[in-house]
């Protein structure tokens, strides 16, 4: 287990392992997937193996005696976990503040197939994916010291992934992370200086836009107007909403949708670029400060200069405007090939 250490002054948190040692992999670099299926003693048991058997979902685990078979889709605790319910209870003071970096880290794996991409995985799977998500994020929140969870993606070498089979992370925290602290602050405070939710906002902006990448029923998928990273795009839902756990049937099936339309409409327009992908989501626990809970997506195409690491001001290359037509051009053709549109 690691520590979570404060820095000096600012209200910035680090994970740092408390052996010396490096933290890697203990199989070989030629060594089967640990993600694929019948390479499931390789992982911690699998606290979700969801089967799909006669038109039905089944959520099953794995036993002692039975590890499950013919999964689509399948979660279970990292071998390298950021954070870990192992707590030694080692606290340091200030200035030197650090504290256990306590916390669940599941993995969940997105397809038994190792080279699908998460830009190429069915709509039908993704909807399994997300089934899965809310499952988890609703089990996470009834367990102590759970005050945050999070899901996020990292997909290829530079976007920090360590295995190429199609993934997910779902880590919690006993605090909210800063950057959500920083966005529900900004929400709150917006909230009671107009009267009305500052997501609601943005979504009647760019509705129609120029900044607009794709919209369903349900959900609205753009550039923002600041963004940090070239093609960097957001999708929100509609209707004002704060908890994903609360998302409705038709909801989640039209989230599968717009998420495989859009991962894939920018695979393609940036030559499978790696890419981080977020949840944020609001903190669900005797919070006030909600935030409209999104997807944010950010495609990982440069390296950052030190304005940008040292000074936080950030340099985009690409006008968000032009990134909107790029992707809009690809994601709209990619959706009208999953709902059969020629």
Known sequence: MGDLRKDYVLDKFVIVPRSTENREWNIKLDASCPYCPGNESMTEPASIALVAKDGMLQRLSDTEENIVCDWCVRVFQSDLPAVSTNSSHIYSDKPLYSEPAYGYHHILVASPDHDKKLSEISVDQ??????????????????????????YVDSGDKAGASIAHPHLNIVTFSAIPPQIEIEAEASHRYMNENGSCPACSIISIESGGPRQILGTDNYLSFSPWAPTYPYEFWIYPKRHTTAFSKITQKEMTDLALILRATLGGMSKALK??????????????????????????????????????????????VRPEKAAEVLGSACRRELAGLVGIT
Do not use: C, M
């Open 126 to 151: 993704w909807a399994n994916v997300l089934l899965v998500i809310q499952d988890r994020v609703r089990w996470l929140y009834t367990q102590k010291s759970v005050t945050y969870v999070s899901v």
């Open 272 to 317: 499978e670029a790696p890419f981080n992908l977020v949840f944020h989501f609001a903190p669900e626990k005797k919070n006030s400060r909600q935030i409209h809970w999104h997807i944010e997506i950010y495609p990982q195409l440069h390296s950052w200069s030190g304005l940008e690491r040292g000074f936080g001001v950030y340099v985009n290359n």
